[in-house]
């Protein structure tokens, strides 16, 4: 096998954050589920935009937050996501590569604006997000190089990807090169509603072993085996895949593997502000563990110490070094 250059790869929508504090009455003014990810057009996304008020502006996008974090904490990372050579591109490309997370996607000359995504972050710290995918939704299998998926220890893809046409056919062929080099697929299910609309396909891709690794939250794992019941789901991902990880907000999360199952407890915060980011810096900082061979509760507190940092301001990227912050609650980094 080859030598590893990047511990972790991650291939996803590339979007650029638009947050707010708001209320419930917002949510219901512009008929907003809320908790969920709602894909929107331009149209719509003017008329989000135009009643927000002030807002924070901050690069997102699921896997790049992921990817990000690994960085953060102190991890060789790369990225793959499509942006267009426009002003807000030009911002994306400058934050992840200021983030020392390698990223070489060629932006897009013409075809939609930069995607973005407008936050509505509620008193409660739950986010709602509504997706304008522009330029990401032009993500093709030529945009993944297939010498640097080779390259990369764990291959890491949203489930958000199958929502855009061309994504899917990157995203397959991504994992097949990943495979074919004997390294890792990780894939996370992303959002129930997204889980809801791909569910068959999304189990077709752990039962033929196209992933190896599936992170989802609760609601997602209940959606994905139609069950009400924690137990009876997790005993269906045990079976489905080599390597389930189910995050549980304050319960911290489970790991399991066909024969085992290990629990790691969340990590205190003061104030939960907003969640936008919280499963995406869990799978950072448990991917991060994976990477350094450490045991799955060990990666699970990782997981959780990250996820915590993002849950305490606003916005989906990490505001301190998560490689120091593990060093300071005395975690093997
Ligand atoms: O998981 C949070 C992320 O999902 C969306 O893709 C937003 O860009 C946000 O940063």
């Known amino acids: 096998m080859a030598d590893v250059k990047y511990d972790v790869l991650g291939i996803g929508n590339a979007l650029f954050d638009v947050l707010v504090r708001t209320d419930e009455a917002f949510l219901a003014k512009h008929g907003m589920t809320k908790g969920s990810m709602s894909l929107i057009d331009e149209a719509r996304a003017a008329a989000i935009y135009k009643d927000m008020g002030p807002a924070t502006e901050v690069s997102g996008g699921s896997a790049a937050n992921t990817i990000v974090g690994i960085g953060s904490l102190g991890a060789r990372a790369a990225y793959v996501g499509k942006v267009k050579d426009d002003q807000i591109g030009k911002l994306y490309v400058h934050d992840i590569r ?22 509505l972050v ?7 997000m509504n997706t304008y995918l522009g330029a990401a939704q032009d993500l093709s299998p030529a945009d993944i190089d297939p010498a640097e998926i080779a390259s990369a220890g764990i291959v890491y893809l949203e489930g958000y990807l199958w929502d855009p046409k061309n994504a899917k056919d990157a995203f397959v062929k991504a994992a097949t090169i990943a495979h074919e080099a004997k390294r890792k697929v990780a894939l996370t299910l992303s959002d129930s509603f997204c889980v809801d609309r791909y569910r068959d396909e999304f189990l077709g891709l ?27 789901a997790l ?12 995050t549980r907000s304050e319960k911290g999360c489970v790991v399991v593997t066909p024969t085992d199952a290990v629990a790691a407890p ?4 003061a104030k939960l502000v907003d969640t936008t980011g919280a499963g ?5 900082g448990f991917l991060y563990g994976l990477a350094r061979n450490l045991a799955h509760k060990q990666c699970g507190e990782l997981g959780a110490l990250a996820a915590a940092e993002v849950i305490q301001h606003i916005g989906a990227r990490p505001q301190v070094s998560l490689k120091e912050l593990a060093q300071q609650r005395g975690l093997t980094v």
């Open 98 to 119: 200021a983030a020392g997370v390698a990223f070489n996607t060629p932006a897009a000359k013409d075809g939609p604006a930069t995607g973005c995504s407008y936050i």
């Open 122 to 128: 509620t008193g409660d710290g739950e986010r709602t």
């Open 206 to 232: 752990m039962r033929n072993g196209t992933v190896d690794i599936v992170f989802a939250n609760e609601s997602e794992l209940h959606s994905l085996y139609m069950t009400s019941d924690f137990d009876t």
């Open 235 to 246: 005993k269906q991902l045990r079976n489905d895949v080599k390597l389930g990880v189910v």
């Open 266 to 269: 969340a990590s205190p915060i």
């Open 280 to 284: 995406d810096l869990f799978a950072a």
